[in-house]
């Protein structure tokens, strides 16, 4: 897919029909290290302080909810996402834990922020850089609403490092995720999807060379379960 609407359009149907299923498959498929993994992130992003903070491509929430359960109820984050039933199943499960008073999901895209430049104290993306038609200017535009000396976190999918490990790993992700992904949530493309944007994305050394590019500061990555993900976290 090489003109960069068609993949915004396939990227946006894609997520808005599995929407419903998200969450439950997300924590079967990956034995719920997932909820470890945006744990780490947010425990970075909190790390240089302040109250309000963004979530790019929220989804349904996770890391925004997870944002205010680890740093306390005085935080207030703005999660964003172009699907709008995304943002449907996201505002349920946050009416559910009684954070809306705390967290607000808007329905937008991540290439062009509503915000002003210096507006957040820190920004966050889990899963969501690699789905991305462009993305150095996601990370430009993630840049731009931070304040200066204030965190950019990006949780993202890697290949681990050992052969043996990334062996089993790719008959997993490329075998048996897509048939049981298929079958609960009834689209078997999106789960064939999510491999193959994976094998193309930039390796860690790779991604972190393009945060540093786009003038993000001390880019940190973190290897998490194996090498499968990586928190990279930096300063504006
Ligand atoms: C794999 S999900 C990640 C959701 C959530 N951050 C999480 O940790 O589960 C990727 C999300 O990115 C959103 N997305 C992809 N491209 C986007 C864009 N250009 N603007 C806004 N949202 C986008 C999709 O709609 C989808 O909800």
Redo the contacts with the bound molecule.
């Keep these: 897919m090489t003109d960069p609407k068609d993949k915004?359009t396939f990227?946006?149907e894609m997520?808005s029909s599995i929407a419903r299923w998200y969450d439950f498959l997300?924590r079967l498929l990956s034995l719920r290290r997932d909820v470890f993994w945006?744990g780490f992130a947010v425990k970075e992003l909190l790390k240089s302080g302040g109250n309000l903070f963004l979530d790019v491509?929220?989804?349904?929430g996770?890391?925004a909810i997870e944002i205010v359960k680890s740093g306390g109820k005085d935080k207030r984050v703005i999660g964003?996402?172009?699907?709008p039933q995304?943002i449907y199943e996201g505002r349920k499960k946050i009416e559910r834990e009684g954070l809306s008073d705390c967290i607000s999901l808007l329905q937008t895209?991540?290439?062009g922020l509503p915000f002003d430049n210096n507006y957040f104290d820190g920004a966050i993306c889990?899963?969501?850089i690699r789905?991305?038609s462009d993305v150095r200017k996601g990370i430009g535009e993630m840049r731009r609403v931070v304040k200066d000396g204030r965190r950019i976190v990006i949780l993202e999918f890697t290949n681990p490092a050992n052969k043996v490990l990334r062996g089993i790993y790719h008959i997993y992700f490329k075998k048996v995720l897509p048939i049981i992904g298929g079958i609960i949530s009834g689209k078997r493309c999106a789960y064939k999807y999510l491999p193959d944007s994976v094998m193309t994305f930039p390796d860690r050394d790779e991604f972190k060379k393009i945060m540093e590019e786009e003038n993000i500061r001390n880019v940190q990555s973190f290897a998490l379960t194996f090498g499968i993900a990586t928190v990279y976290a930096g300063v504006k």
């Excluded at 491509?57 to 349904?60: D, E, M, Q």
């Excluded at 964003?80 to 699907?83: L, V």
């Design positions: 915004e990227v946006l997520f997300n945006r491509a929220t989804g349904t996770d890391c964003i996402d172009f699907s995304m895209n991540a290439l889990a899963f969501g789905n991305f």
